[in-house]
Every structure is written in structure tokens, then in C-alpha cells.
């Protein structure tokens, strides 16, 4: 089992390892003691793993509950996440409970914001069953759900007890999910560092390295910004734009796809202006299109530019991009919507 401490608030582990699932009763009884536990999942993932869960956190004590919604983005919304404080509140979980969220990134993102508005804030576990969530959206605290004007405008800084990660859970994950991950931990190679990028190019991919690697990273970046006031900002490379694909998509664009174009665009935009080389913007391409994920989009610029315009990165009529170097390096560039625009233009 591979840990990686997040020092953070009163701080917390990730645990990393196959056959974890079972053992986690085990390892919630570390920081937790023996109450009632809340399983949130979708309705894919409870049927794939809610049982073995149930199983494990019986075994060590806890009295479990389930609460099961609709798979997929569609499901993260202001109807779900109070469905799910009324679930709780029904059944009468207290400050001293616990909530185990099972799943992806939306599973954890409600669940997490959930857990961070209910009572003014309870404990929760995340136990991540996509690559995604694995490397990214289950590490650093952030809790959300969407509006109608926009992803994740509805959203709290809340961390974890602990992080669960069974890298047996992404067995059952499709390619094209599979792949949605990749584009986060490749993310961490432009950005942070460039072995990141040898790591997610290989023939033969090591996925608890890389689950590894990304968590250190994150953690690192948190550690420094829990609040995205500074640094923490760089991990939005490829997001700006990505999110306006996914917005104008009306979210049948999944989000590691569509933070995959976001990186190509930006990267693309760069290579015209001169700020990198014409090799590395074709490296990042050529990684991106081995684990099958998209670079281009039909939607325009003008498309895309008003779904940037509800992005709660702006601030009044500017707007920080994430602009990659050379490989492991980026820097943080505020403009004005106009040259946004004008770079988002550039890159399509």
C-alpha cells in the first residue's frame, strides 16, 4: 500500500492499493470510530462495488445507509444535492457521522459539498472508482455541483478524512473513461512535471505510478494554495477552455475530453505566438491523440467565448489563463476577455 500525506487543514492520507476497497472499514476506523455511514454512489458504481463497501464497513462497525443517484454529469445539480441533504437529514445523521462517497468525480463533488453544507459540516470519506477522480477531483478539497449558467458555480473548499484509492475499482471502466483520467495526469506533466508526460506516453501504461505521481503533485500545489488564490491556479490548464466545450456541448462532452481540446487550443495558441516550441506543442498533441483523446472541436469561438463569459475564474473583464513553457513549466498570465479571446481564436 502506497500512502501520500496531504498537509492540509489537520491533514490527511491517500491510500493507494490494489484490494483496498475491502480494507476500508479498516482504515476508516484510523480516524473515525464506529457510526453511521452514508454511502453516496450512482447508480452504475453501487451496483459494481456498494455491496463489497457495505460488507467492509459492517465488518469494523459502522451502521450503513445508501443514497443512489442517476449516473453522470446531468445528475449534478441543485435538484440531486438536495435530494441528498434530505436523505440525510431523514435519517437523522449527526455531526459525528460520516459520509463514504463511492464513485467519480461527480459522485465525490456532491458527496464533498454535501458533506461540507449538511450541519454545517460532517466527515467524509472519498473512495474514487474512475482514473479522474483517482488522479485529480478527489484530491484538494473542492465540492461542487452545477448551475444552469455554469459548471461548478455552486462550490465549497472542503477536504477529505482520508482518500481510498483501489486502482482494481478502474477495471470496469471503458476507454474512452479511462482515458478522461489520462488527460488530467498529462495536465501534471505540462505544468509540474515532465516525467509525468513519459509516464502517460508509455506502450505500457503504470497506473499506480501515475495515480502516485498525480496525487504527490496535487498535494504539493494544495499544500502551497488550499484556496486558489495563487498557485493552485495552475492546475486549470486546459480548463478554461475545456469548460466552455463542455458547457456548449451541454455536457455530452466528458470533462477529461473536453480539458484535452482546452490543453490543445491553448497550446496551439502559444506555438503561433512564439512562447513554445513547435516540438512540444506537437508532443503534447501526439500524447494526447496515443490515449485517444480529442484535440480539436466544431464549436467557434464566439460559441465558446460566451460560455467563458459565466466562468468563475473571471474577474469583472479579465481572465487568468494557464499558459504552458516547456515540459514541466507553465505560467500564469492574466488578460483581458478581449485577448482571451484573441488566444482562444488563435488556437482553434
Given at each position: 500500500?502506497?500512502?501520500?500525506d496531504?498537509n492540509?487543514g ?20 484510523e ?9 453516496i ?10 455491496d ?13 445507509i ?8 446531468a445528475?449534478?445539480?441543485s ?22 462517497a463511492?464513485?467519480?468525480?461527480v459522485?465525490?463533488?456532491m458527496?464533498?459539498f454535501?458533506a461540507?453544507?449538511?450541519?454545517r ?23 461542487g ?15 477529505p ?10 477495471d470496469?471502466?471503458d476507454?474512452?473513461?479511462?482515458a ?8 501534471y ?6 516525467h509525468?508526460l ?10 499506480e505510478?501515475?495515480?502516485k ?12 494554495d ?5 498557485i ?13 466545450v ?5 455536457y455530452t462532452?466528458?470533462?477529461g ?8 487550443i ?18 503534447i ?8 483523446l ?14 467563458m463569459?459565466s466562468d ?7 481572465i487568468?489563463?494557464?499558459?504552458p513553457?516547456?515540459?514541466?513549466e507553465?505560467e500564469l ?7 482571451a479571446k ?7
Amino acid at each position: 500500500m502506497i500512502t501520500v500525506d496531504v498537509n492540509v487543514g489537520k491533514g490527511y492520507n491517500i491510500y493507494i492499493g490494489k484490494g483496498l476497497l475491502e480494507s476500508t472499514g479498516e482504515l476508516a476506523l484510523e480516524v473515525i470510530k464506529p457510526c453511521t455511514a452514508a454511502i453516496i454512489s450512482d447508480d452504475k458504481v453501487d451496483a459494481l462495488y456498494a455491496d463489497r463497501l457495505t460488507v467492509s464497513l459492517e465488518g469494523a462497525g459502522f451502521k450503513v445507509i445508501k443514497y443512489v443517484f442517476p449516473n453522470g454529469e446531468a445528475s449534478k445539480n441543485s435538484a440531486t444535492f438536495v435530494s441528498i441533504l434530505e436523505f440525510l437529514a431523514k435519517n437523522k445523521l449527526g455531526r459525528t457521522d460520516v459520509i463514504f462517497a463511492l464513485g467519480g468525480g461527480v459522485v465525490g463533488d456532491m458527496a464533498g459539498f454535501a458533506a461540507a453544507c449538511y450541519l454545517r459540516g460532517i466527515r467524509f470519506v472519498q473512495i474514487p472508482t474512475t482514473l479522474l477522480a483517482a488522479v485529480d477531483s478527489s484530491v484538494g478539497g473542492k465540492t461542487g455541483i452545477d448551475l444552469e449558467a455554469g459548471k461548478n458555480l455552486a462550490d465549497a473548499f472542503y477536504q477529505p478524512e482520508i482518500v481510498i484509492c483501489d486502482p482494481m475499482l478502474l477495471d470496469t471502466l471503458d476507454k474512452a473513461v479511462f482515458a478522461d483520467g489520462l488527460a488530467e495526469a498529462i495536465k501534471y506533466g505540462a505544468i509540474y512535471d515532465a516525467h509525468m508526460l513519459d509516464l502517460t506516453s508509455a506502450d505500457l501504461l503504470d497506473v499506480e505510478a501515475i495515480i502516485k505521481r498525480s496525487a504527490e503533485i496535487k498535494a504539493a500545489v494544495v499544500e502551497k494554495d488550499e484556496k486558489e488564490s495563487g498557485i493552485r491556479q495552475i492546475l486549470n490548464f486546459g480548463h478554461t477552455f475545456g469548460h466552455a466545450v463542455e458547457k456548449c456541448s451541454n455536457y455530452t462532452i466528458s470533462h477529461g475530453s473536453a480539458v484535452a481540446i482546452g490543453m490543445a487550443i491553448i497550446s496551439r495558441a502559444c506555438e503561433k505566438l512564439g512562447r513554445i516550441e513547435v516540438s512540444y506543442r506537437e508532443r503534447i498533441e501526439d500524447i494526447l491523440k496515443k490515449n485517444s483523446l480529442p484535440t480539436r472541436t466544431g464549436f467557434d469561438a464566439d460559441a465558446l467565448f460566451e460560455a467563458m463569459l459565466s466562468d468563475k475564474k473571471r474577474r469583472n473583464d479579465n481572465i487568468t489563463l494557464v499558459l504552458p513553457k516547456i515540459p514541466g513549466e507553465c505560467e500564469l498570465l492574466s488578460l483581458t476577455l478581449e485577448k482571451a479571446k484573441e488566444l482562444l481564436e488563435l488556437g482553434l
